[in-house]
């Protein structure tokens, strides 16, 4: 069993809290991804599973044992980090075995990991030479490599692919996926960008100033956002969160109509996709900027102090400074509280009921 569980984990240096009652379960062979802007705690997070930072509070438990107090080699888990951690003086399959040689491991059963890893990764031509010789995606492969000779079930990533161009990060987050599920490793995954975390994870843990936001799949996040902070941070483009009252209106496009007495002010959340171009009446926006991006080209148009994101498919014929009319149907409305964020429950067709 390599599960791993979070219980009301707090870390602060002096008076700076970094994280704030974090509690989850990473389940065995499960990809978790810890996603969130610069800065939220996600990197702490993960640092404090493997024993490289000490709790303030809360314990962690990694396959039915707590670990809160061991060093990380007795935590039994592998980490691949986001400067790779190479050694530039030593060739592929040295820096690959390092830490077998470090723990004594056997010769024969260093060559027989290695032969097996080198070969799973398409390093089997590369082992004698220098990471200096090598693509930057060859040498976040030998990091990989290393996690999967170590024969452990627990593995931690932060960041692995920052470092690498679109393409290759792309074609590299495809292939840990693929690792993870045919080692059946339990993985948690650190990132900021949001297409990675939807692409790869079994479950996402969005986080925001040291607290979780919303831990879901990534179907959940993204139909049901918990909160603005979640709508606006998933998806791309991002949902567009709206004030309707500063909309400029020609004639009533759907807007939910709150409960009869309700002086809750709420925040409208709609997704650039659902947005459509009326022709006759709908909010009033000024186009402002157009990006075309091949299948899709994305409209951005100013209403009253507002801006909204709107996406067509293929090329429009629309320009900068045409005047437009937007609207969209009841059911792909989010709503939220204005004053807190979070979502707005009971409701009916995306309206309240």
């Not at 990764?121 to 000779?149: C, E, M, N, T």
């Not at 290759?168 to 993985?187: A, P």
Request: aromatic share 4%; proline share 5%; charged share 25%.
């Amino acid at each position: 069993m390599s599960k791993i569980i979070l219980n009301d984990v707090c870390k602060s240096w002096g008076k700076i809290e970094a994280l704030n009652n974090i509690n989850f379960e990473c389940e065995n062979g499960e990809l978790l991804v810890l996603l969130g802007p610069s800065g939220c705690g996600k990197s702490t997070t993960l640092r404090l599973i493997a024993g490289l930072e000490t709790l303030t509070s809360g314990t962690v438990e990694i396959g039915d044992r707590d670990v809160s107090n061991l060093p990380p080699v007795k935590r039994n888990i592998s980490m691949v980090f986001q400067n790779y951690a190479l050694f530039p003086h030593l060739n592929v399959g040295e820096n690959i075995l390092f830490g077998l040689k470090a723990r004594k491991v056997p010769k024969n059963e260093q060559k027989k990991r290695l032969e097996n890893a080198a070969t799973l990764l398409g390093l089997a031509d590369f082992i004698d030479r220098k990471p200096a010789q090598l693509s930057g995606g060859q040498r976040q492969r030998i990091a990989l490599g290393r996690a999967i000779v170590a024969q452990v079930s627990v593995c931690l990533m932060d960041e692995p692919l920052s470092n690498l161009d679109a393409k290759l990060r792309q074609e590299m987050r495809q292939e840990i996926r693929s690792l993870q599920q045919r080692l059946k490793m339990t993985m948690i995954y650190v990132t900021h960008d949001q297409v990675e975390a939807m692409t790869i994870a079994d479950k996402i843990i969005l986080m925001k100033e040291g607290c979780i936001e919303q831990h879901g799949t990534p179907e959940d996040l993204y139909d049901r956002p918990a909160t603005a902070f979640t709508g606006s941070f998933i998806g791309n483009p991002p949902m567009n969160i709206l004030t309707p009252d500063d909309l400029i209106l020609d004639g009533l496009p759907s807007f939910p109509t709150p409960l009869a007495g309700s002086t809750i002010r709420y925040l409208l959340g709609i997704r650039p996709e659902n947005i459509e171009i009326s022709g006759e009446s709908g909010i009033e926006g000024l186009v402002v900027a157009i990006e075309y991006l091949g299948a899709d080209t994305l409209i951005v148009c100013r209403s009253g102090e507002q801006l909204i994101t709107l996406t067509v498919k293929g090329k429009t014929g629309v320009s900068v400074g045409d005047h437009l009319r937007l609207n969209w149907k009841p059911e792909h409305i989010h709503l939220f509280n204005g004053e807190d964020g979070r979502r707005i429950e009971g409701l009916a067709g995306g309206l309240i009921s």
